[in-house]
């Protein structure tokens, strides 16, 4: 925006005291008005045409670039700073704290960069990377390796998920491991519970039969989530 009056020491400096001409005196008074005006307005409703009651509250804040300043104690500084050659909202506190606010377009995040975390969802949020060398696993917790557990942050643990029924029967000392709750009797197609009664043995059987298993795939339901590592 251009200016009625160049703001400047000479602007300042005028009306003379010396030279000055008394009768200039009201349009001085009125120039110092008008570039009030047009410099507050810039951030400031100040519309002479307005509603004064309005006059000075803010449309919008222009912070303009500068260095960090020098802390003060009981009061705290916003302001725009370069970050990575880019205006961007910083904010110090009393105790000489900066904290970057704004990074990239989006509030700055207070995660270091390489730190892992788990999300419920598809897609890594904005700033983060998905792990792809991870894939159908369970979540192990650990307390850290410094404290006597496994190593954090290991790509897995390995091992087998095995699902084991043993089933017991008294009266002739039998007993049979499960890899499922279809038990059945020699290998057929009449299943263990038809024959294994509520009283806990096996009932008389006329012939002699091999206690079987079947063996049947099983995995727990599970909610999919997906680790990612911060950009």
Same mark, same amino acid.
């Given at each position: ?12 400096a005028s009306p003379s005291g010396t030279t000055g #001409? &008394? !009768? =200039?005196g009201d349009d001085i008074i009125r120039e110092l008005?008008?570039?009030?005006? +047009?410099?507050?307005?810039? $951030?400031?409703?100040?519309d002479p045409s307005g509603t004064d009651a309005d ?15 020098? #802390? &003060? !104690? =009981? ?12 205006? +961007?909202?910083?904010?110090? $506190? ?138």
């Open positions: 925006m251009a200016y009625s009056n160049i703001w400047n020491a000479s602007f300042e #001409n &008394v !009768a =200039d008005k008008l570039a009030i005006r +047009e410099r507050m307005q810039k $951030d400031h409703y100040f006059h000075g509250e803010h449309k919008k804040v222009t912070l303009r670039v500068c260095s960090t300043p020098d #802390n &003060v !104690a =009981d009061k705290g500084f916003l302001y725009a700073k370069n970050y990575n050659s880019k205006a +961007e909202l910083h904010y110090l $506190d009393e105790d000489n704290n900066e904290v970057l606010l704004t990074k990239s377009g989006s509030v700055a995040s207070s995660f270091q960069s390489g730190t892992k975390m788990l999300f419920y969802q598809d897609t890594a949020p904005e700033g983060w990377t998905i792990e792809n060398t991870l894939n159908d696993k369970l979540v192990f917790i650990s307390k850290g390796s410094a404290a006597g557990g496994q190593t954090g942050g290991a790509a897995h643990s390995s091992g087998t998920w095995t699902r084991t029924q043993t089933t017991t029967i008294p009266k002739d000392g039998w007993s049979v491991s499960l890899g499922s709750t279809s038990g059945y009797l020699g290998g057929g197609t009449t299943q263990l519970n038809q024959y294994y009664g509520s009283t806990g043995y096996l009932p008389h059987i006329d012939t002699d039969r091999d206690l079987t298993a079947t063996n049947s795939s099983w995995r727990p339901a599970a909610y999919v989530c997906i680790i990612c590592s911060k950009d």
